[in-house]
């Protein structure tokens, strides 16, 4: 059984920072790759930033180089470190995980709230 769970989520103003964490119930390089996905209210899900088992990584366009998607293998977690947060960042985060070799398929946490504010 795979498992997602997000934390990090919160309050803050325009410019500030937020890191968002990603714990997984297995092995990160077990998975095809994992990402963090958004979805502001009355948006669709977008996504933010992906990274594979081999370590690549790729970003939504409107992230212009303020995020840093990254993994620690050895506490089975995925981060996003969001820096200069803009209120239009204001949304649910959700952890995705692809899993699985032959039938692969989807897995989601339950989201965190990120709310940029002044």
């Known amino acids: 059984q795979v498992q997602v769970v997000e934390s990090g989520g919160g309050s803050v103003q325009p410019g500030g920072s937020l890191r968002l964490s990603c714990a997984a119930s297995?092995?990160?390089?077990?998975?095809?790759?994992m990402g963090w996905y958004r979805q502001a209210p009355g948006g669709q899900r977008e996504l933010v930033a992906r990274i594979t088992s081999g370590y690549s990584t790729n970003y939504g366009d409107f992230v212009k180089g303020r995020f840093t998607i990254s993994g620690d293998s050895a506490k089975n977690t995925v981060y996003l470190q969001m820096n200069n947060l803009k209120p239009e960042d204001t949304a649910v985060y959700y952890c995705?995980?692809?899993?699985?070799?032959?039938?692969?398929?989807?897995?989601w946490g339950q989201g965190t709230q990120v709310t940029v504010s002044s």
């Open positions: 995705n995980a692809d899993f699985g070799s032959k039938y692969p398929r989807d897995y």
């Open positions: 297995r092995s990160i390089f077990s998975f095809n790759a």
